[in-house]
Each structure stands twice: as C-alpha cells, then as structure tokens.
C-alpha cells in the first residue's frame, strides 16, 4: 500500500521558518518525482515545488522562489520543504504528493493527507 505521511506543520509568525516532512513508503521511492502542494481555504491547490527522481532536479512555484527548499533523501524514503522566511498568504494545508514519472512536471498520483501551517503576521 502506498503511503505518504507528512509532519512538520504548525504555527509560526512572519519571518520564522519551518520544515516539513514525507515519509514514503509501499512502492519504489527512488524512482518518482515528490511534491509539494498546498491549499488555502477558500482556494484551489497550488503546486509549491516539486523535486525529481535521479538528478534530484527541482520545480518551485514563483510565490516561493527563494525562500523554501525542497530535498529528498533516498535512503530514508523521505522529502522535505524547508520553508523560511514565512509569509501569512503561506498559510494552507500541505500535502505531499508522489508522481507516476521520475520527473516533475507531471500528475501526482499518490497523497498524503496533509499538515495545516499556519503563519500569523
């Protein structure tokens, strides 16, 4: 079975940092492409970055150029989003995501359920 299990979520203030965890586990980690994706209430998801089989390439969305960091460690089937210099339009639902391709750019076919940050100003 496949599962994708996210930690690492909260509450911070403006400027502080967080980072966020995906455990993966049931199918072979090595050869997808994770992502990130995030939802706001009220709003539709946005992909925020994404990270590649391989080359470990990386996809970021323009709202957070800069300022997060994605990473993956394959011999611990894990990803993670290191997120500085939080801004309160971060604030959304985080949900990791694995994709059916070694390369970003292409539908994610496995969730998890996602972690709630919140950035107050």
């Known amino acids: 079975e496949v599962q994708l299990v996210e930690s690492g979520g909260g509450l911070a203030q403006a400027g502080e940092s967080l980072r966020l965890s995906c455990a993966a586990s049931?199918?072979?980690?090595?050869?997808?492409?994770i992502g990130w994706v995030r939802q706001a209430p009220g709003k539709e998801r946005e992909g925020v970055s994404c990270?590649?089989?391989?080359?470990?390439?990386?996809d970021y969305a323009n709202s957070v150029k800069g300022r997060f960091t994605i990473s993956r460690d394959d011999a611990k089937n894990t990803v993670y989003l290191q997120m500085n210099s939080l801004k309160p339009e971060d604030t959304a639902v985080y949900f990791c995501?694995?994709?059916?391709?070694?390369?970003?750019?292409?539908?994610?076919?496995?969730w998890g359920q996602g972690t709630q940050v919140t950035v107050s100003s």
């Open positions: 990270v590649s089989a391989g080359d470990g390439g990386t």
């Open positions: 049931g199918f072979s980690f090595d050869d997808h492409a």
């Open positions: 995501a694995a994709s059916g391709s070694s390369w970003c750019g292409f539908t994610y076919d496995a």
